[in-house]
């Protein structure tokens, strides 16, 4: 059985950091001498220090406050005291108004007491309404007012080190996803941090002296000066500089590579952008058994989500670089590659579990050599079914919405990315290649960014639940989607059947678009060898002016 898990983990590798130039948060830091006047300004970064982008807030959960630290997470909700004074406010007067109301009931005649009895309906839709709005307030209060800008209390004269560090420890900080291009700043002044939520464009004043303070935050910003003022597609400081004998001057700075560079608005040029989605990712790549087994031991049996972040490099060699992502290149001529991760838990996909997915693994016949007997195979107790019955074919449609929901903010990301330095991306036209649980993920992404940028071609490589949701194919001129067939005159046999991925055709697309393996590459399907990435070099050998030709027509 350990063997079968360990076929499928041979296909992926990596497990390298993240650094990305998008994410909905920057969280950026600076110590403020007692004047207010930021240290160290006369370094390059000016004394900011970016300390991460995200897709997150980190909220503080105040464990020394008693009214406002965080007891429990809830139906999305984080309870606090306040919470329960609210409620047990609202409910002391419910008991209150539906004691009086009971007695008058008791003291009157048949029609008044049908008269308080629709009141007591009434009154009931009001409480539970009252009940709702009390906690939806308090919420609100404590996202939006009390932890807006607030006082880090368990890190009084920590060191900017130590404050980086405590941020990813589920003790003081809970993440909070956000869709909007935001700041979550850190500041330190007379040894106290204080944390603050800010809009995506940071103002700061610089006067003669070189002495640099923050001022405010806005949504929009002006370019240059005779240019209207635009909403923020990234996020964005500006220093303005204050001269003793001329005109006042403003610096403005986008972030790139955690270092603050000048932002120029470029020429727009028309661009065609491939964007490749991985799949799964196993916690280990190693062939030999023992090597595997002790990895995933040390590691866990499952990689952490995706961050939902986009990069500009394959950092975790997913892809086959030579034989995959050059060739995408230059078929479709492509001026800039990046690199989305559709990584997630085995609980998303159609197995529902990876302890599901490796037991009907070492059920699964092996290739047969010869002519296939694999239409049924024996189980426990000697018992005999059909083989096609042990593929994960019934498709888990809340595990696909939560992959599509992540490749919505992955999108925001992209276009994040891609609107850097002012690009306006309806001149660019964008290409996409998928793989496994990266087409979930890239259906989402998809949705994002549609009216927003062209779409040229689209290429499914062995999706994982290929029916958890229609595909808009009419959005795309050319879609194909490859790998082996499940059903129809040219299926394959069940020997031949990806198990990792099961592949009906996605929902949407014609049969001429569903591609199958070659006859050629018959000795190299499997129920692992059919999903593996590195076996689909066949599409580029499809000739152009065919259908699944790979590249611009």
Request: proline residues 5%; positive net charge; charged residues 20%.
């Amino acid at each position: 059985m350990y063997k079968l898990l360990l076929l499928s983990l041979f296909f992926f590798l990596g497990n390298s950091p993240l650094l990305a130039d998008n994410g909905r948060v920057v969280h950026l830091a600076w110590t403020e001498n007692k004047d207010g006047s930021i240290q160290n300004a006369a370094r390059p970064n000016h004394g900011l220090y970016l300390l991460e982008q995200r897709n997150q807030f980190l909220q503080y959960k105040d464990p020394n406050n008693p009214f406002f630290k965080i007891r429990y997470t809830w139906m999305g909700i984080e309870w606090t005291i306040l919470h329960f004074l609210a409620l047990l406010l609202t409910i002391l007067l419910q008991i209150i108004s539906f004691k009086k109301i009971n007695k008058r009931m008791a003291e009157s005649r048949f029609f008044r007491r049908w008269s308080y009895r629709l009141l007591k309906i009434f009154l009931w839709c009001a409480v539970l309404a009252g009940n709702a709005s009390a906690i939806w307030a308090i919420d609100f209060y404590n996202q939006h007012i009390h932890f807006r800008f607030h006082e880090l209390t368990d890190f009084e004269n920590a060191t900017l080190a130590s404050l980086d560090k405590s941020r990813h420890e589920r003790t003081y900080f809970l993440p909070k996803e956000s869709k909007l291009i935001r700041f979550q700043l850190y500041r330190k002044n007379n040894k106290k941090w204080h944390t603050q939520q800010a809009m995506p464009i940071l103002y700061f004043k610089q006067d003669e002296s070189g002495a640099l303070y923050y001022k405010y935050d806005k949504r929009s910003f002006k370019a240059h000066p005779d240019s209207l003022r635009s909403k923020a597609k990234e996020q964005i400081i500006i220093i303005r500089q204050k001269r003793t004998k001329r005109q006042d001057t403003s610096l403005i700075f986008h972030l790139h590579n955690r270092q603050l560079v000048p932002f120029e608005e470029k020429k727009d040029r028309a661009q065609r952008i491939l964007l490749c989605i991985n799949g799964y990712r196993p916690v280990s790549a190693q062939q030999d058994p023992e090597k595997a087994l002790q990895a995933i031991n040390n590691k866990g049996l499952e990689r952490p989500r995706s961050k939902n972040l986009i990069a500009k490099a394959d950092i975790y060699n997913y892809w086959p670089q030579a034989q995959f992502i050059a060739r995408l290149q230059q078929r479709f001529e492509i001026n800039q590659t990046f690199f989305a991760d559709g990584h997630h838990s085995v609980k998303t996909s159609n197995h529902i579990s990876l302890i599901k997915f490796v037991s009907s693994a070492a059920l699964y016949p092996q290739p047969c050599k010869d002519a296939h007997k694999c239409a049924t195979t024996t189980i426990a107790n000697q018992q005999k079914v059909r083989t096609y019955s042990l593929l994960a074919t019934v498709p888990n449609y809340e595990g696909f919405k939560k992959r599509y929901l992540a490749g919505m903010q992955a999108g925001r990301n992209l276009l994040q990315e891609l609107s850097n330095h002012g690009n306006d991306l309806k001149n660019d036209t964008l290409y996409a290649v998928s793989h496994s649980m990266g087409h979930a993920y890239f259906m989402g992404m998809a949705r994002v960014l549609q009216g927003k940028i062209q779409f040229g071609a689209y290429c499914a490589i062995a999706p994982e639940n290929p029916k958890g949701k229609w595909l808009p194919v009419h959005l795309w001129p050319s879609v194909f989607q490859y790998g082996t067939k499940l059903y129809g005159p040219h299926r394959h046999a069940p020997c031949q059947q990806d198990g990792v991925a099961p592949q009906w055709r996605i929902r949407g697309l014609t049969p001429a678009a569903h591609i199958g393996f070659p006859s050629a590459f018959r000795s190299k399907l499997g129920y692992f060898s059919s999903h593996y990435i590195g076996y689909y070099t066949w599409i580029f050998d499809i000739p152009k002016g065919k259908p699944g030709y790979v590249g611009l027509n």
